[in-house]
C-alpha cells in the first residue's frame, strides 16, 4: 500500500506564517521588557489570545472540509445502487481525504459470529471477498465496542487490545488503521477501514471524519442491498412466468 495523506494547504500556511513571524515577535517583547517590565504582563494574555486564534482557524477549516467531504460523499453515493460500485464510491471519497490505499468494507454476521469482507482494495487492486471470525481482527473489535478505533502504530497497538497476530489481506504491511462503525437505525451493522504504510498516518479529525462518512456509507450500502435484493426477487417472479 502506498500514497501520500493530502494536505490542509490554508492550514499549512496559517502555521507556516506563525513560525515565520516568531523570531520577530520574540525579538519586539524582548525589547519592551528591558525598556518596561510591566509589558510582559500585557505580552503574555496576547500571545496566549494569538495562540487561541490560530486554534479556532484549524477547527473551524477542519469542520468545513468535514461538511465538504459529506457534501461530495452524499452526491457520489446517492445515485449508486449496485454494491460494488457503492464500495467503490466510498473508498474514491475516504481516499479524497486521507491516505486509504488499503481499504475495506466488512458486514457483521451475528448468527455465524464472523466477518464477511465484501471489498478489500489495495494499491496492487481489489480482492475476492472473504470470511473471518470477529476474534483478531480490527474491525471485529469496532463491531464488538461499537467505537471507532485509531492505530498509529498497528504491532504495538495490536498488542495493546490484545488481537493477537496480524491478519492481512494484502502484501503489503500497514503501520496505521482506523475504522469506523457503520451504523442502521442506532445497530452496528459491520465497520469500513483505511490503512497505510505509514506510521502515525493518522490522527483524531480522520478518525472523526470517517466515522461521519461511515454513516452515509451504512444508508447507502443498505439501500443499494435493498435494490438488489428486490431484482433478484423479480427475476425469480419472471421465470416462474
Do not use: K, W
Not at 498509529?152 to 490484545?162: F, G, H, Q, T
Request: charged content about 25%.
Amino acid at each position: 500500500m502506498s500514497g501520500l495523506r493530502r494536505v490542509d494547504r490554508p492550514a499549512l500556511l496559517a502555521v507556516a506564517s506563525a513560525l515565520l513571524a516568531l523570531p520577530f515577535v520574540v525579538d519586539s517583547a524582548a525589547s519592551a521588557v528591558q525598556r518596561n517590565p510591566l509589558s510582559l504582563l500585557l505580552a503574555v494574555p496576547l500571545f496566549v489570545l494569538g495562540g487561541i486564534g490560530v486554534r479556532a482557524r484549524l477547527r473551524a477549516q477542519r469542520r468545513v472540509r468535514r461538511l465538504a467531504t459529506l457534501l461530495e460523499v452524499g452526491r457520489a453515493l446517492g445515485s449508486a445502487l449496485d454494491p460494488a460500485d457503492v464500495f467503490r464510491a466510498i473508498r474514491a471519497q475516504v481516499a479524497s481525504v486521507m491516505d486509504a490505499a488499503g481499504f475495506y468494507v466488512a458486514v457483521a454476521d451475528r448468527d455465524r459470529n464472523v466477518l464477511r469482507y465484501r471489498y478489500l482494495a489495495d494499491a496492487a487492486g481489489e480482492y475476492p471477498p472473504m470470511e473471518r471470525p470477529f476474534e483478531g481482527t480490527t474491525a471485529g473489535l469496532c463491531v464488538r465496542r461499537d467505537e471507532a478505533i485509531l492505530m498509529r502504530d498497528v504491532p504495538r497497538d495490536r498488542l495493546r487490545y490484545d488481537l493477537g497476530e496480524r491478519q492481512t489481506f494484502g502484501a503489503d504491511e500497514e503501520r496505521s488503521v482506523i475504522v469506523a462503525p457503520l451504523r442502521i437505525r442506532g445497530e452496528v451493522i459491520g465497520a469500513i477501514s483505511a490503512q497505510s504504510v505509514r506510521p502515525g498516518a493518522y490522527d483524531a479529525g480522520d478518525l472523526e471524519l470517517l466515522v461521519a462518512i461511515a454513516n452515509e456509507a451504512a444508508v447507502a450500502i443498505e439501500r443499494a442491498d435493498l435494490h438488489e435484493r428486490s431484482a433478484r426477487l423479480l427475476r425469480q417472479l419472471f421465470e416462474l412466468h
